[in-house]
Structures are given as C-alpha cells and as structure tokens.
C-alpha cells in the first residue's frame, strides 16, 4: 500500500525558498515515477515537476530554473526546493507516484497515489 506525506509547505515571502518533503512508503523509487502537482484554489491541479526512477527531471516552464526535485532512495523521501517564489506559487501542493515511468510524466491522470498536501503561501 502506497502512502505519501508532504511536509515542509508554509507561509514565505516572495524571493524566499522552502523545501518541501514527501515521505513515501509502499514505494521503490527505483520503479517508480515520483513528482509534485499544485493546486490554486478554484483551479486544477497543474503539473510542477517530477524525476523518472533512474533520475531523469522535468519541470513545469513556470517553475523551471527555480524548483529542483530531488530523491533520496535510501530515506524513500522525495524534496521539492522552491527558490525565488513568487505569489502565483501559492496552491497546496501534492507529492504523487506512478508505477514505472509514465509516457510523458506530466498530467494528473498518469498518477495513481497522492498524498494529502501541504500549503505553501508566499506573500508579496
């Protein structure tokens, strides 16, 4: 059984940094595709980054050049750093995992477990 908890999310001024954590059971990173999705309120859930087992990232071109996603497979948590954020990154964001490496890794459906969320809100 598959279970993720986010950790890390709060409130930041713009230009700040936070790294959020997503501690991952029920998962072999080696055979899995881990990523983040964000949702705003009154919007979908949009795509921010993921890493396929053998580490190869992608990122949303809104976050591109800020966010990294990172794993530790010893620690079977994943890390999102956020750095120079900015208000439009506020959402609640959600650690996801698919078996294997999904075709392109990028849209909500390819995801079949989520964790709860965690809120980030960055401040002007």
């Known amino acids: 059984q598959v279970q993720l908890v986010e950790s890390g999310g709060g409130l930041v001024q713009a230009g700040g940094s936070l790294r959020l954590s997503c501690a991952a059971s029920?998962?072999?990173?080696?055979?899995?595709?881990m990523g983040w999705f964000r949702q705003a309120p009154g919007k979908e859930r949009d795509f921010v980054a993921r890493?396929?087992?053998?580490?190869?990232?992608y990122y949303a071109d809104s976050v591109k050049g800020r966010f990294t996603i990172s794993k530790d497979n010893a620690k079977n948590t994943v890390y999102l750093q956020m750095n120079s954020l900015k208000p439009e990154d506020t959402a609640v964001y959600y650690c996801?995992?698919?078996?294997?490496?999904?075709?392109?890794?990028?849209?909500?459906?390819?995801?079949?477990?989520w964790g709860q969320g965690t809120q980030v809100t960055v401040s002007s």
């Open positions: 890493i396929w087992p053998r580490d190869s990232t």
């Open positions: 996801v995992a698919a078996r294997g490496r999904p075709s392109m890794s990028v849209q909500a459906r390819e995801y079949n477990d």
């Open positions: 029920g998962v072999t990173f080696s055979s899995y595709t």
